[in-house]
């Protein structure tokens, strides 16, 4: 080792020795750094989604050379972990602080383990800190830790803390404002070891929020334990503690020693290096630098000056600028203006117009257009037309003023007389014919009527008729083509001479080409007739034949029965006449006659026996059992007439009542509006009625509304589809087959929210089925025989065979096997070739001649024929081919059809056959009518229009099920907003496999049919305008319904008025029930309906009918049952004897013959068949008779034949036709008809123009001052090959009404007043106007005249001017150089601008610049680099919800070549705008609660109650948390016996008279006299006949009072007459004395008229019998009348008296029921159990008097005897106990478990949600009761809403420099800020992108040292001339080894140097800076001497160098902290 470095290294060497031992971290611990989180998987929460299930942070720390790695995991205890954003688990901000995000309502258990970043073994630190910061008070988060040495609060009070059994509880108590980081508001847990650290950390609150849990971590490998309180002894050493910490809890484990002390001011410290990086710099002066004598000077020189520019305002000036150059230390620098001024009041840039005040005139603009006269008036003809002008140039100064009108009107039509004027003529229309004359026409109109007296347009000077408006031409009059004859169709056959035309014959044919250029014509017939040879019927008749009777039918009945037989008439020819004696009398063609082969039987009807009774139709109560019987035998003669079936009533046993059951609540139907607010309906209804005395229902709402979509419609909501349903069925049951799914739009989207987008419908192949083909194989069929050789020579021969059978299922196929054979033959092979095997010749393709053409496919206006032609022989050999047309096709029937030509019906060709329906089944085709026949036209004949035929298929030919293309994408379902559009695509079969693929293979029959739709969102939609607020309204409540036997009554309301754009929604039922009495337990019987009739064919005489009844009614509530027949049976014929009766005959039918002799028929029946032994029918049933015998020939007819018919039109046609018809067809001999029936002209004749006459003027257009009327006429037949053309004139038109009307002149209102003048100082103007009064009419005079005038005006007020003002000159700024000639600048401006009119500004200079500090640099100072001061903060990032605020300042004073630069920021951030809420703050309100639901039981239950939230909550306001449904327990229902039940009660709060016995305490004063009663007013209210429904409260009843009064002997003692009467909450009272007692009336009466009025039941309850402690003072009761009596269970009250009430009841206390402590009760309903077993409850029926006595015997006390009543009337329900609760143990209300919270109510933001329980099981009997919350809400949180604009993406902002290394051998980072943050969805700024870091070339773990490079060479000097200096530079580098001593591992265990050893290193470099600083006060001091000691201070400076080079070094190293320059090693 060389001396150099012994004597830099021994003063670090002993220092190292000296503190061998000290605390490794006397610094503080080092802090753990969570900016590497190379895994978040925390509780499989993602977003990772790979193993470990944790949360890693990678190289934390380093301890003993290990790196650390800090795991973050989930008990296996712990509940599942729920996180509301799981990506924010990991890195803060800060690089030390990592976080975990646990959702609100949850808690866990974590597990943080240390582990080596290698080998992933456990880590054990010696001491460990863990801290969690800022906890959120509002919500009380808690901490649980166990295992900790201590814990410390960085502030008194920000945790309280509980011990639990899992370990001591910190819960966050009060707020902390200080910084995260800092470690002053956290909570940190010493650890003495640490590997495993359990933690458990619990978010209260409703779920769905995100709660953050901060936390850091640090340690140590060697500390002591904390010392507690901050105290100087904190510190120790050099160090004192701060003031600010004193008291502070903190300890060198907790905060670094930085954060609680200072360093003494007399002690220096030394700054931790942390890496080996920096360089040093050593100065010395330039060797051989010129003198600086010879300087060029370089002067300023100023820029171009910019073009003027406007000053601004009336100030008349414009400016201009230039820029000042830059000059050299010997130039000079700039001096003048740079910025000037110049006056130019004529340029209107720098003096508008506006601002010149000098005189000028005002200018009127232009008038406007006169306005169109489109007025439109009933009564006035006369319209008026306006225009206006307006002020183009304002007066000026003394210029004139704009006078005159500016608004005029005029009529809209001239005064004078007008004559009408027609239009010119319009242009020729086209020609109609293009030769053969056609014909053209023109047409004009009356374009100005006549008015005010003027000429109208009549006749003019050529036609004296009127004046004509349109006119004709004829035009093309030329030939158009070579004469060509008629052509005619030949004659159709004759028809007729039928049945249907027996006398005439016709015939027809057709024009099928009419003459064209003069050729010949077609005057020809076209339909002939003529008669036909004499008809047959007209001929002698033959005498008709009758064929032989048949035989005779089978006998109707063994006994009294029928037979028939029948015959006809030979032939079908019916033209025949009778003979014989059947020409007079007529013949039979049917008869019967009587039958039987024994004697009629007459024994009576015979029954089976009765079938036993059915099984019972009711399993519980009353129900009916059946049974039936048959019949056996009936007799020929008696007939059965009995019961066959009967009911009866039958009880299996008593039924179980029913209780009521309201069915669950329908789903919310769907939302009226999309946003702003809708509302949304539900309903409900009664699922199971109480039966059998069950529970009756409650009152439940039965519909209701609530509000929904309640987001603003500027809040874009997007559709989501809900869940799929569930598969449909399979489409067959074998595969392949396949299922559909569905799924709804569960959310939709609101204007402008985006639609659901995907398919409706999914569909899935049903692979579980079988195969739909069992297994076949495929089959071949024989081989065919082999085919002739194809050629003589060297040919071919074949054969073939078909599939037979194809493969099904898994059956072999035939694809292997070969289905045509090919042979050799001629020669074979083998064989030689023939002999005569030569090339044949060649051979050209031979053409068949052309077939004849096609009947033309239309009979005139044109069609088409064809013809064809085949190959008779192709060519070979290489012959000619045929190179010509094989089909050919021509026009035809190119003449005009018309309606005088006959169209046949003509069939169309057959379609081709379609595809089997299945295999070797059926195929199809059909043809249709191809030409329907007019009305002469041969009809269509009778043909099948549809043909079947069989056909067999390939079985096994392959199909595919496949999709089709999607469609093109519809229409928009919306037009502004957010819309949808759908497409859609089908299943169908077919035969190639599509290129996607096929949904499966399938058969020709295999079922494939479906359809997919798709929707996406359409694009380009403009927003939806805004609407106006409007509030939702109810409709006001209906009347109550009459009740029902579910005890309930109903009203109801309607949405009267719908929300709309953010009004106030409706909430609450739509129908609402009410408890309303009714009485359903009345008997009722049971009721037969009526007898059906009798059913059943009497066929036979022993037949029988029947009929049926059923039950109408069944009996209710124990009414008397049916019993009796429900079928009887009776005979047809009853017990009589009847003999056979026949039927009238029927009507004759119509003879077959008219003359020459005929027949006709009739039949009848039997009537009435003969019965019980009566005589049978013996007559005919059907006969024949002649008819119509006159001879034929007597009145013979002859054929007439009608007019011709006029010829038809030739317009338009090439033939004129005309018919006639046979209006009389001959008969009997007549002459028949013979001729033409249609005959045919041609049109091209000469024919002249005919036309009709003129019609009748019509009606005049006006009644008065002269119109125009019109006449027209046409022409009935245009000219025709020359003929005479037709008039020009076809309609005319004249005048009419000429006469003046009634004329009204426009009249206008006088001039209104002058208008305000428009200048408040000096010159302005005014306007006046006015109006119409009368509009003109019928030809008045319109106005001509100005409507409105301006003026000048003077406002009397003189105007003042504001002149122009200059501002003072600036201070000259700061030179821009301390020396060698810089320059400054000042600047003015203009205060105040002139007012137009006044006075200009003053051209003046607005900037100017000149010289500053000219002195020479010879002698330069170090200017250190100052900032400037901050500017303002600038605009918030985020205007909510906090966001960054950046401010900045800028450099004031750079530093110069030796000065010091300015250290700190640029730029700074701070955060703004936090807990500003986004969204207005609403808070969540609850509506009222609902009243209370009835009870639920008839004894005990529960009841409940509701309530809904009015208002949700909007951005901080408060969410609703609690319930929204309450249960209570309640009685109701219990019966009579059950006075904790108020029903039924009556009410003894109001006392009317209390002076019972006359003994007071009313009327003591013997003042006032009443009666000796004590009376209870209004104790109860019946119904009347108005009032049927007292209680629901819209009516009164009838009210009823309790009278009691002393009944027998008088003699009743009060002892305490003050206390009788009202006792208590519904007690009576009545006090005995001792020894005492009275019998008592108790008497219901009417509170009117005091009639007693009757009760069905009473029941009269007494309290407290009790009796003394020996015995006496016994209290004793007797009954007189009671029905009953009732002694509660462990009843102190001893039955005393006989039970039979014949004479009464007695009951006295029992010995155990003596006074000691017995209270008595306050109320009916809260009697306890002593208090009721000192009761007794007395039963009178149908009473409305109880008589009762009380004793009190053997004693002197006085007693007290309490009693409350209950009483039932009319239909009220009237049951004792209808719970049973005197003998059944009672039954507590259970509720069931909570169901699942419902999803949040907004998809976006923060919502409500809810959940709820039902109650299972009510009490009953005395059971307690559920007071319990039903359902309850609380706030959730969903995704974040983001308004609708353009998403920004998150910004960065550059990179900062890399700051130092944290450690040796550690990492040094650099960072960026977030300088823009997302906005509207943008995307996010991820934590990567925040810092970067990278290693450091040090490793602490080799040892290395920190040493200096060599120097580097030196650099440019800093002056070209003179004196200067230049530098040169080394830098650190971490080396193992020392150059001359070796490896720094020994070098350190040789010397004992430590880990300390870089702080020597910092000790020396301090003393090293401190010599540096003088060396730089030395150097200065050399600068100043001049040249002349330059050597002497080289020298000096020298020495100064050669005695410690080393620590003369300046060295620049960059900190984390501050990023000031400074010095030292690194």
């Not at 802090?31 to 929460?45: D, E, I, W």
């Not at 015939?507 to 004499?534: H, S």
């Not at 380009?1020 to 309930?1048: H, I, N, R, V, Y």
């Not at 005006?1353 to 150089?1377: G, I, Q, Y």
Request: with cysteine; hydrophobic share 30%; glycine share 10%.
């Amino acid at each position: 080792m060389s001396a150099a470095w012994q004597r830099l290294l021994l003063p670090v060497l002993l220092l190292g020795a000296a503190q061998g031992a000290a605390d490794l971290c006397a610094g503080g611990p080092r802090r753990f750094l969570f900016n590497r989180v190379s895994h978040s998987n925390l509780g499989g929460a993602g977003p990772d989604t790979s193993s470990p299930r944790a949360l890693v942070f990678d190289k934390a720390a380093n301890f003993d050379g290990k790196c650390v790695r800090l795991y973050v995991s989930l008990s296996p205890k712990s509940a599942p972990y729920k996180s509301q954003n799981a990506q924010q688990n990991g890195a803060a901000n800060d690089q030390y602080l990592g976080r975990l995000n646990l959702m609100s309502g949850s808690s866990a258990s974590f597990i943080i383990t240390l582990r080596d970043c290698d080998t992933l073994d456990q880590v054990e630190i010696p001491h460990f800190n863990l801290t969690f910061h800022a906890l959120n008070v509002l919500s009380q988060e808690k901490i649980t830790v166990n295992g900790y040495k201590a814990a410390y609060q960085s502030q008194d009070d920000l945790f309280s803390k509980d011990y639990t059994p899992d370990g001591t509880t910190f819960t966050s108590k009060n707020a902390c404002d200080k910084d995260l980081n800092g470690g002053a508001c956290g909570l940190t847990f010493y650890f003495d070891r640490a590997s495993v650290i359990p933690v458990h950390l619990d978010a209260p609150g409703v779920e769905g929020f995100g709660r953050l849990f901060y936390f850091s971590a640090s340690g140590c490998n060697n500390v002591d334990a904390p010392r507690g309180t901050c105290s100087d002894s904190a510190c120790g050493g050099d160090y004192a503690l701060k003031p600010e910490a004193l008291g502070k809890k903190c300890m060198d484990v907790v905060c670094s020693r930085n954060e609680c002390c200072n360093l003494k001011e007399d002690k220096m410290t030394y700054p931790l290096v942390q890496s080996c990086q920096g360089t040093e710099r050593s100065w010395r002066s330039c060797p051989n630098l010129p003198d600086c004598n010879s300087c060029v000077p370089v002067n300023c020189v100023f820029q171009e000056w910019s073009e003027w520019t406007a000053l601004g305002g009336c100030s008349g000036l414009c400016k201009r600028s230039r820029a000042s150059g830059e000059n050299n230390e010997c130039g000079n620098p700039c001096s003048g203006p740079t910025e000037e001024t110049v006056v130019r009041l004529d340029d209107p840039l720098c003096y508008p117009a506006h601002c010149n005040l000098q005189d000028q005139d005002c200018m009127w603009s232009q008038w406007s257009e006169w306005t169109e006269c489109n007025e439109e008036c009933n009564v006035c003809l006369l319209g008026q037309r306006f225009r206006h002008r307006e002020v183009y140039q304002p007066e000026l100064g003394s210029g004139n003023a704009c006078v005159g009108p500016y608004n005029e009107t005029k009529p809209c039509q001239a005064e004078h007389a007008v004559d009408c004027e027609m239009s010119t003529w319009g242009e020729w229309t086209a020609c109609s014919k293009p030769c053969g004359m056609g014909w053209k026409a023109r047409m004009r109109r009356v374009v100005q009527e006549a008015q005010f007296g003027g000429k109208s347009c009549g006749a003019d000077e050529f036609y004296n008729e009127g004046m004509s408006t349109r006119q004709t031409l004829p035009c093309n009059v030329q030939a158009c083509g070579k004469p060509t004859p008629c052509v005619l169709s030949d004659w159709s056959s004759w028809e007729g001479c039928s049945r249907d035309s027996p006398y005439q014959k016709f015939r027809f044919r057709d024009v099928l080409q009419t003459e064209m250029n003069g050729g010949k014509p077609c005057d020809v017939d076209l339909n002939q007739t003529a008669g036909c040879p004499e008809p047959d019927e007209d001929k002698p008749k033959p005498p008709c034949e009758f064929i032989d009777w048949g035989s005779w039918s089978t006998c109707s009945a063994p006994c009294g029965g029928q037979m028939h037989r029948e015959r006809k008439i030979n032939g079908e020819n019916d033209q025949c006449v009778l003979h014989g004696q059947a020409s007079n009398t007529g013949a039979a063609l049917k008869e019967t006659m009587a039958c039987g082969h024994r004697e009629c039987n007459h024994v009576s009807c015979r029954l089976s026996e009765w079938t036993a009774w059915s099984q019972c139709s009711s399993d519980c109560g009353v129900g009916a059992t059946f049974r039936h019987r048959k019949i056996l035998e009936i007799g020929d003669t008696t007939g059965c007439n009995t019961a066959l079936e009967e009911v009866r009533a039958c009880s299996l046993s008593d039924c179980k009542g029913i209780d009521c059951v309201w069915g669950d609540w329908d789903p919310w139907g769907a939302c009226t509006c999309s946003c702003d607010g809708g509302i949304k309906r539900r309903n409900r209804i009664i699922k199971v009625a109480p039966r059998n005395g069950g529970r009756l229902c409650s009152p439940e709402d039965k519909n209701e509304v609530a509000p929904c979509n309640t987001q603003a419609c500027n809040q874009c909501i997007d559709g989501q589809w809900g869940t799929w349903g569930e598969w449909g069925a399979c489409s067959g049951t074998c595969a392949p087959s396949f299922r559909v799914r569905h799924r709804n739009v569960a959310v939709h989207p609101n204007s402008c929210g985006k639609p659901a987008a995907g398919l409706e419908d999914d569909y899935q192949l049903c692979d579980h089925l079988p195969s739909c083909e069992q297994d076949q194989d495929c089959q071949l069929s024989p081989w065919g025989a082999w085919t002739s050789c194809s050629c003589k020579c060297f040919g071919v021969r074949e054969r073939q065979r078909n599939v037979a059978q194809y493969a099904r299922g898994k059956g072999k196929s035939c694809a292997d096997e070969s289905l045509k054979e090919v042979r050799a033959c001629n020669p074979a092979t083998g064989e030689s070739p023939p002999a005569n095997c030569e090339p044949d010749k060649e051979v050209a393709c031979v053409l068949g001649s052309w077939e004849e053409w096609s009947q033309c496919s239309a009979s005139c206006d044109g069609g088409q024929k064809t013809r064809l032609r085949h190959i008779l022989s192709p060519a070979g050999n290489g012959g000619a081919p045929c190179e010509d047309a094989l089909a050919e096709t021509a026009n035809c029937s190119t003449n005009s059809c018309d309606h005088g030509v006959c169209i046949d019906c003509i069939w169309g060709a057959w379609s081709e056959w379609g595809d089997c329906t299945k295999c070797g089944g059926q195929r199809f085709r059909s043809r249709n009518i191809k030409q329907m026949p007019n009305k002469c036209g041969k009809p269509c004949d009778a043909r099948p229009a549809k043909e079947l035929g069989s056909c067999a298929s390939q079985c096994g030919k392959k199909f595919y099920c496949a999709w089709s293309d999607w469609d093109s994408m519809g229409h928009c379902t919306k037009t502004c907003g957010s819309g949808s559009q759908m497409r859609q695509r089908q299943l169908s079969l077919v035969e190639s496999e599509p290129v996607g693929g096929a949904f499966f293979e399938a058969q020709a029959d295999s079922t494939c049919s479906g359809s997919q739709v798709d929707s996406e969102d359409c694009k380009g939609l403009m927003p939806c305008e805004s609407c106006t607020k409007q509030d939702c309204l109810f409709s006001d409540w209906s009347e109550w319904s009459a009740p029902t036997c579910t005890q309930l009554c109903e009203r109801f309301r309607q949405v009267s008025q719908q929300s709309a754009c953010g009004g106030a929604n409706c909430i609450g039922p739509l129908r609402e029930t009410k408890k309303c009495p009714h009485e359903c337990k009345k008997p009722v019987d049971c009721m037969f309906g009526n007898w059906g009739e009798w059913e059943g064919e009497c066929h036979e005489a022993n037949g029988q009918r029947e009929r049926r009844r059923a039950i109408q009614q069944p009996s209710m509530n124990g009414g008397e049952q049916c019993s009796g027949a429900t079928m009887e049976t009776r005979p047809c014929g009853g017990q009589k004897t009847i003999d056979c009766q026949m039927e009238e005959w029927v009507e004759w039918s119509s003879c077959t013959a008219s003359c020459d002799g005929g027949i006709r028929l009739r039949k009848r029946g039997i009537a009435v068949h003969a019965r019980g032994g009566g005589n049978p029918c013996n007559y005919s049933l059907a006969e024949v008779a002649q008819c119509n015998m006159q001879l034929c020939h007597g009145n013979s007819r002859d054929c007439v034949m009608s007019e011709w018919d006029a010829w038809t039109s030739c317009e338009d046609a090439d033939m004129s036709y005309r018919f006639r018809q046979i209006t009389q067809q001959p008969e009997n001999g007549g002459i028949t008809c013979n001729g033409a029936l249609r005959e045919a002209m041609s049109c091209l004749n000469k024919v002249d123009c005919q036309t009709s006459a003129w019609t009748e003027w019509d009606e005049c257009d006006k009644s008065c001052g002269g119109g125009q009327h019109t006449r027209h006429r046409q022409v009935t037949r245009n000219p025709l090959n020359g003929g005479n053309a037709c008039p020009h004139r076809l309609i005319e038109t004249a005048g009419c009404n000429a006469v003046p009307c009634q004329t009204r002149d426009c009249i206008v209102s006088a001039w209104a007043q002058w208008g305000d003048c428009s200048a408040t100082c000096g010159v302005g103007t005014r306007i006046r106007s006015r109006d119409f009064q009368q509009r003109p009419c019928k030809g008045g005079r319109g106005c001509n005249l100005t409507l409105a005038q301006t003026e000048p005006c003077d406002s009397n007020m003189a105007c003042t001017c504001v002149d122009c003002v200059w501002d003072t000159w600036t201070e000259w700024k700061e030179c821009d150089k301390s020396c060698d000639g810089g320059q400054t600048t000042r600047s003015r401006k203009i205060i105040t601008k002139p007012d137009p009119g006044c006075k200009p500004c003053d051209a003046q200079v607005a900037s100017q610049v000149k010289p500053c500090n000219t002195q020479v640099c010879s002698h330069k100072s170090c200017i250190d680099g100052l900032w400037n001061d901050w500017e303002e903060w600038g605009v918030c990032s985020s205007t909510c919800d906090g966001g960054e605020a950046w401010r900045s300042r800028k450099m004031l004073q750079e530093a110069n070549d030796c000065g010091i630069a300015a250290t700190g920021l640029a730029t700074e951030a701070m955060k703004c705008n936090v807990g500003v809420p986004c969204v207005p703050a609403v808070d969540c309100m609850f509506g009222d609660w609902s009243r209370w639901s009835e009870c639920s039981g008839k004894c005990v239950g529960v009841r409940e109650r509701s309530r809904k939230i009015l208002s949700y909550a909007k951005g901080n306001g408060l969410y609703c948390a609690g319930p929204l449904k309450q249960t209570a327990p309640c009685h109701h229902g219990g019966g009579l016996l059950d006075f904790t039940d108020p029903g039924q009660l009556l009410d003894l709060h109001h006392v009317r008279n209390n002076n019972l016995g006359g003994q007071g305490p009313w009327g003591l004063d013997g003042e006032t006299t009443f009666e000796p009663t004590m009376r209870f007013r209004n104790v109860g209210e019946l119904p009347t006949a108005d009032c049927k429904f007292p209680s629901a409260g819209t009516c009164s009843g009838r009210m009823i009072d309790l009278v009691i009064s002393e009944s027998g002997p008088k003699g009743y003692t009060a002892c305490s007459v003050e206390s009788n009467g009202r006792y208590g909450d519904g007690f009576g009272e009545i006090n005995v004395a001792g020894n005492t007692g009275g019998t008592f009336s108790f008497k219901l009466v009417d509170s009117a008229t005091d009639e007693a009025v009757t009760a069905r039941r009473i029941m009269l309850k007494f309290y407290g019998l009790t009796q003394g402690t020996s015995g006496d003072s016994q209290m004793v009761i007797h009954s007189h009348n009671s029905k009953d009596y009732f002694l509660p269970k462990g009843t102190k009250v001893a039955l005393s008296g006989g039970t039979d009430n014949a004479d009464g009841v007695t009951f006295a206390s029992s010995a155990d029921a003596d006074q000691g402590g017995a209270e008595l009760p306050s109320s009916p309903r809260e009697a306890s159990e002593d208090q009721e077993a000192r009761t007794v409850s007395l039963q009178f029926d149908d009473a409305s008097e109880a008589i009762v006595s009380m004793h009190v015997s053997h004693g002197e006390s006085c007693q007290t005897f309490l009693f409350a009543a209950k009483a039932c009337f009319g239909d009220e329900p009237c049951e004792v106990d209808t719970c049973g609760i005197f003998d059944k143990p009672p039954v507590d209300c259970v509720v069931s478990d909570w169901s699942f919270w419902e999803p949040c109510s907004h998809t976006c933001g923060v919502g409500q949600q809810s959940r709820s329980r039902k109650i299972i099981q009510y009490p009953v009997r005395g059971g307690f009761g559920c007071s319990e919350e039903l359902t309850v809400t609380r706030e959730c949180i969903a995704r974040p809403c983001h308004d609708e604009c353009e998403p920004v993406d998150c910004q960065y902002s550059d990179w900062s420099m890399w700051g130092v290394c944290d450690r040796c051998g550690g990492q040094k980072r650099r960072t960026r800020h977030i300088s823009a943050h997302p906005v509207c969805g943008g995307a996010a700024c991820t934590r990567s992108n925040v810092e970067e870091v990278t290693n450091c070339t040090r490793r602490c773990r080799d040892k290395s040292f920190c040493l200096w490079s060599d120097w580097g060479e030196y650099g440019p000097c800093t002056e070209t001339c003179g004196a200067g200096l230049q530098a040169r530079e080394r830098r650190l580098m971490a080396q193992s080894e020392i150059p001359g001593i070796g490896d720094a591992r020994d070098f350190a265990s040789t010397y004992g140097v430590g880990m300390d050893f870089e702080m020597k290193f910092q000790e020396l470099h301090a003393r090293a800076q401190k010599m540096e600083t003088d060396r730089i006060q030395v150097l200065a001091l050399s600068f100043t001497a001049g040249c002349a000691s330059l050597a002497a201070v080289f020298g000096a400076v020298r020495v100064l160098g050669a005695r410690s080079r080393t620590e003369r070094s300046v060295s620049t190293y960059d900190s984390d902290n501050d990023r000031s320059r400074d010095t030292g090693f690194m």
